[in-house]
T-cell receptor, first 111, second 112 residues
């Protein structure tokens, strides 16, 4: 049972570097999300998508980009990494807006 | 500004005690969800409450949705060390869905 798979699990970036967090789901969910989680701040929505070809900004989109070319994949791109982007990132998916299934998280440190 | 405010943010209790976690908003939500997250893992859905005044039970956990659908509570009876974790409430920001927002979480530690 794969569910939502995100890679890498851990990554250290230098300031100014770029990287892509990969996310794929095998549940044929139409909704996909990227959240970041910082201590004491809960989960903040970065971007979301309600279907292939459709993306929209969440609460904290600055510094990130996404694309949704297929139903299964929803990569998150960091173009110029900054220390403020040090966080745990969670990809998630759902059918419509209920019962969100989360990936296991990606720990990103920007130094 | 948090659209969903959880309290308390931290709770440390002894095994066997009861506790209540609150999730409050000034906005009306069509539904609210509660998730539990363990260290190193993603959140896992516990329950969804949809109707104002609704009460749902999951073993020793009791969830209630406020009559006005602006708040919810989670009550744990006779807490056990296995209940330790981060509890998050969440709700769809728009009735049409697409944006599920979360409270800041309640970190629960149950000591044996």
């Amino acid at each position: 049972n794969a569910g939502v798979t995100q890679t890498p699990k851990f990554r250290i970036l230098k300031i100014g570097q770029s990287m892509t967090l990969q996310c794929t789901q095998d549940m044929n969910h139409n909704y996909m999300y990227w959240y970041r989680q910082d201590p004491g701040m809960g989960l903040k929505l970065i971007y979301y998508s309600v279907g292939a070809g459709i993306t929209d900004k969440g609460e904290v989109p600055n510094g990130y980009n996404v694309s949704r070319s297929t139903t299964e994949d929803f990569p998150l791109r960091l173009e110029l990494a900054a220390p403020s982007q040090t966080s745990v990132y969670f990809c998630a998916s759902s059918y419509e807006s209920f019962t969100i299934y989360f990936g296991e998280g990606s720990w990103l440190t920007v130094v | 500004t948090q659209l969903l405010e959880q309290s308390p943010q931290f709770l440390s209790i002894q095994e066997g005690e009861n506790l209540t976690v609150y999730c409050n908003s000034s906005s009306v939500f069509s539904s609210l969800q509660w998730y539990r997250q363990e260290p190193g893992e993603g959140p896992v859905l516990l329950v969804t409450v949809v109707t104002g005044g609704e009460v749902k039970k999951l073993k020793r956990l009791t969830f209630q949705f406020g009559d006005a659908r602006k708040d919810s509570s989670l009550h744990i009876t006779a807490a056990q060390p296995g209940d330790t974790g981060l509890y998050l409430c969440a709700g769809p920001f728009y009735n049409q869905g697409g944006k599920l927002i979360f409270g800041q979480g309640t970190e629960l530690s149950v000591k044996p």
